[in-house]
């Protein structure tokens, strides 16, 4: 379900063994899901010591993780309290979403990666899996179900540089979707998704590549206003001031 990531040499050391850098992966996307599945709750507290208790290893390779998920704004370490899951504000959101948007177009034109039959089966079976969550919808399904086909996104482009922003900035702003969820409409979103997946699987299927970009950010746009619309009104005339 988790996007490919880069390599993490600059954290563990290319020289470390497999079973090492393994570890790192696994911790590091369990806190990653957890914080944007909303588990743990933005301004929580985030224990070192019970984490290496968890994952049954030392507090080096926790610390290793929570300084990665830091540099990606999830958590931030205060001092005299420890590292805190953060909650980010609306002024964050209007900027991130103005770059995804712009980044988005880039995903077919720079270095495009050709799909095989195989990857595109794989968006198939998404649009399936959410023609059965959308039966009985529920939060969870169709963040797990958001996550991977950003994955499937990502993987169009072998521009790595625009691979790890996008994935940074996706990261920052979907568990702010999650928290906006009651008020967006489950439903909606869930209808709105999946035109989206529909839309890239048919101009992959022809292999128009720069057509998904643009489809890629008329739903990020369509996102990104659906959420202004429910904003609270004095944070978001505050913040479009300052546009």
Not at 70 to 91: A, M, R
Not at 198 to 225: C, K, N, P, T
């Amino acid at each position: 379900m988790h996007p490919e990531l880069p390599d993490n040499a600059e954290i563990i050391g290319s020289s470390q063994p497999a079973s090492v850098r393994e570890r790192f992966d696994r911790i590091y996307h369990t806190l990653r899901d957890r914080i944007c599945l909303l588990e743990y709750a933005p301004s929580g507290r985030l224990s070192e010591e019970e984490l290496a208790k968890e994952f049954s290893t030392s507090r080096t390779p926790i610390r290793r993780v929570l300084a990665r998920l830091e540099s990606e704004g999830l958590v931030e370490s205060v001092h005299g309290v420890g590292t805190i899951v953060t909650d980010p504000d609306i002024g964050e959101l209007v900027q991130i979403y103005h770059l995804r948007m712009e980044l988005a177009l880039l995903v077919g034109k720079l270095s495009p990666i050709p799909r095989s039959a195989e990857d595109l089966e794989r968006i198939r079976a998404l649009i399936a899996r959410c023609d059965e969550e959308m039966k009985n919808p529920t939060q969870k399904a169709f963040l797990h179900l958001n996550m991977a086909f950003f994955a499937e996104i990502r993987a169009f482009t072998g521009n790595l540089p625009l691979r790890e922003i996008s994935e940074r900035l996706y990261y920052q702003v979907v568990r702010v979707v999650l928290k906006m969820m009651p008020k967006l409409g489950l439903a909606e979103e869930f209808s709105a998704f999946r035109s989206e997946m529909q839309a890239v699987l048919s101009a992959a299927e022809i292999r128009d590549w720069e057509a998904i970009g643009y489809i890629r950010r008329a739903h990020i746009s369509m996102s990104f206003h659906r959420m202004m619309n429910y904003a609270d009104t004095s944070e978001l005339s505050e913040e479009r001031s300052k546009a």
